[in-house]
C-alpha cells in the first residue's frame, strides 16, 4: 500500500522502511532530496502538505516537519505558512 501512495503522489519509493536502519525522518528527506535531484520536482513545483506527505509516508507531521526542515536548511525548499512549500529555485541554473 506505501508504495502505491508514494506513487500516486509523485514520490519514489525507496522500500520498506522497518529494512533500513536510518531515523525515519532521514529516509523522508533521502526520497525527497532524491526526487528533487533526479527533477521530479522542478523549482517551483509546489509540495504535498505535510499532513499528506505523512499519510503518504506512514509518518507523523512532526517526522515530515523535520525532513523538510532539514531540506529547506540546505536551501532546496521555500515555506512559507499559508503559502505552502515549493522546491527552491538554485542560483546559477
Do not use: C, W
Not at 31 to 44: N, V, Y
Not at 57 to 69: C, K, L, Q
Amino acid at each position: 500500500m506505501r508504495g502505491q501512495q508514494l506513487k500516486e503522489a509523485g514520490l519514489t519509493d525507496y522500500g520498506d522502511p522497518a529494512d533500513v536502519r536510518k531515523p525515519r525522518h532521514r529516509q523522508v528527506f533521502e526520497t525527497l532530496l532524491s526526487d528533487i535531484a533526479s527533477g521530479r520536482f522542478q523549482p517551483g513545483d509546489r509540495l504535498p502538505t505535510e499532513a499528506e506527505l505523512a499519510k503518504t509516508f506512514s509518518a507523523s507531521r512532526s517526522t515530515i516537519a523535520r525532513a523538510m526542515r532539514d531540506l529547506k536548511t540546505r536551501g532546496l525548499l521555500n515555506r512559507q505558512r499559508g503559502g505552502g512549500t515549493h522546491i527552491a529555485r538554485q542560483e546559477g541554473k
